[in-house]
């Protein structure tokens, strides 16, 4: 079984757009929707819903005002500054502030703060018209992203493992936080998503660092290439000098908003001059993925 | 006044009109500070091209272990809820799990931890023409962006008005960003992906009593959906800038599309003056509510 997982560094360079296509071309995959705090790539595969579970994670202080003695030795000992005091001069832990160490509970002297255990969303595991696929949602403004991203991984792993599927296509986050390392951590490949601009190239070179940290090999695609067809090439070259591969080019258009606009993919709705661009990078990265390890084997 | 920019979808056009707003509010001699809290990608240097005075390390406080105080009885694996402490013979620390919560060291009866700094990135300051200018650049292989995004804000209050440059999403890095402004300003786009990330953002930030305001970027006729969500919600479109080839073209040169579109010139003075107006007038009318009461909060 081999996963590729796919990111960009910066925002809305088009992965889900990409692995959508990439879903309908492979035909015969599992899909991981890893970027759980702005999920879209249910909009573009109408999923059936088969399987909905809570993702429970880590704690969260509560203090019950009623037996807080305003000591403020959880104030003083919270790092994360998320215990203030209100106006009756009780203390109260903000919930998007607090990242669930304890230390304000077991420190309480008064033992007046509460840990009950944090639901921090929901996964799904799904069938779509190109095979199952595994979802979730971050409850808004939720921590603990990092972790629903390896429970989807995990749980697409067993699925592909159940139906004898040999492909993973791992819809990643923006970034090179928590949730993209857990996206792209073992994956037999991580293909970015590029376009030519001064920003997209800045965080390319950095996600593409965060690949090597961590020992993956790695491929781009330049998508929108030619809105500035030196800086496409530029980044090309930049790329193939650090070792990582090339795929090819997508051209500037509206085809993908179109294919959104009816819930699929852009291979699926046209036959346009897009739809080849992104079928070429597909079979080149087949043929990337063939030459790649398995992840356990490297 | 302290303005966040939010988006929930990434490459909505954030930064372009964070740097937009701080251009133009200091071309009308505001003293405007740009803070960029994309710090696992911080872009804003690439079109204000700042000046870089000063940088600063930012770190967490890891525990470090001195063998011959520890009894091995455990306490420090036992309070650690983010499991970055195993027991062997000796406790051995995961540092990249550790997040400086500094409970191990306050359990530990016999006082065999102690804590060391390990940086996890930089924030730096400096000037672009009359912005005062900060961001925050984490370490390539570091998690925990959150704890760098408060550093940067805290270097905040160098001007009247305080632009928050936010990340993508809508997890703890968003809020941490957004947290404690006095408006959010979110930047959209009018596709099935814009809206459906605009609905999660909208909803994580919802309960942090900042108000909320709408920029519709690469705006077209396709946009009914998203301005029925507007109304719904209650979010008041504060610019709509067109989808148009000549911006993307101009943001592929590192050209501020502001100082290069003379419609978009005026379209962002005119939001300038709009948040202005906007949270005076908010303010004015709901003295009690929390925008209020947060606004002196810190971050």
Known sequence: MKELAVI??????????????????????????????????HLVTDPHTQ??????????????????????????????????????????????????????????????IDFPERTSGEWFVSRTRHGPMVHARLSPGAENSGKLVSLV??????????????????????????????????????????????????????????????????????????????????IESDVRERGASTVGRIAYGRAFTAAQRRGASVVETGDGRIAEQVRRVWRNVGRLLEAASPPYER | MRVAVASGKGGTGKTTVAVGVAISSALAGIPVEYLDCDVEEPNGHLLLRPRIESSRSVGILVPVLDEDLCTGCGKCAEVCEYQAIALLKAPLVFTELCHGCGGCVLACPTGALREEEH?????????????????????????????????VKKTAGHGSLT???????????????????????????????????????????????????????????????????????????????????RIAEAGSRGEVPVETLPELRDGLEQLRRRLHDFVEETHAHAPDQAVATRAGAGP
């Open chain 1, 8 to 41: 960009s560094g910066k925002g809305g360079t088009g992965k889900t757009s990409i692995v959508a296509s990439f879903a309908a071309l492979a035909g015969d995959v599992v899909l991981a929707d890893c970027d759980v705090d702005a999920a879209d790539l």
């Open chain 1, 51 to 112: 399987r909905r579970e809570t993702f429970r994670c880590g704690h969260q202080a509560l203090v019950r005002a009623s037996d807080c003695i305003s000591c403020g030795l959880c104030e003083e000992r919270c790092r994360f500054d998320a215990v203030s005091r209100d106006e009756s001069g009780a203390f109260a832990v903000d919930p998007a502030a607090c990242e669930g160490c304890g230390v304000c509970v077991w420190s309480c002297s008064a033992e007046a």
């Open chain 1, 153 to 234: 991984r995990e749980q697409a792993r067993q699925v592909a493992d159940r139906d004898g599927r040999d492909l993973i296509l791992i819809d990643g986050p923006p970034g090179i936080g928590c949730p993209v390392i857990a996206s792209i951590s073992g994956a037999s490949l991580v293909l970015a998503i590029t376009e030519p601009t001064p920003s997209a190239r800045h965080d390319l070179a950095r996600a593409l660092d965060l690949a090597e940290h961590f020992g993956l090999p790695s491929a781009v695609a330049v998508n929108k290439f030619d809105l500035n067809s030196a800086l496409s090439e530029e």
């Open chain 2, 119 to 151: 940086a996890i990135g930089v924030v730096e300051t400096g000037w672009a023409g009359d912005v005062r200018f900060v961001q925050g650049r984490l370490n390539v292989g570091e998690e925990l962006s959150p704890v760098l995004i408060r550093a």
């Open chain 2, 163 to 245: 632009i928050l440059d936010g990340p993508p999403g809508a997890s703890c890095p968003a809020v941490a960003a957004v947290r404690d402004a006095d408006l959010i300003l979110l930047v959209a786009e009018p596709t099935p992906f814009g809206l459906s990330d605009l609905e999660t953002a909208a909803a994580a930030f919802r309960g942090l009593g900042s108000h909320m305001a709408l920029v519709i970027n690469r705006s077209d006729s396709g946009t009914p959906e998203l301005r029925r969500f507007c109304e719904d919600q209650g979010l008041e479109v504060l610019l709509e800038i067109p989808d148009d080839r």
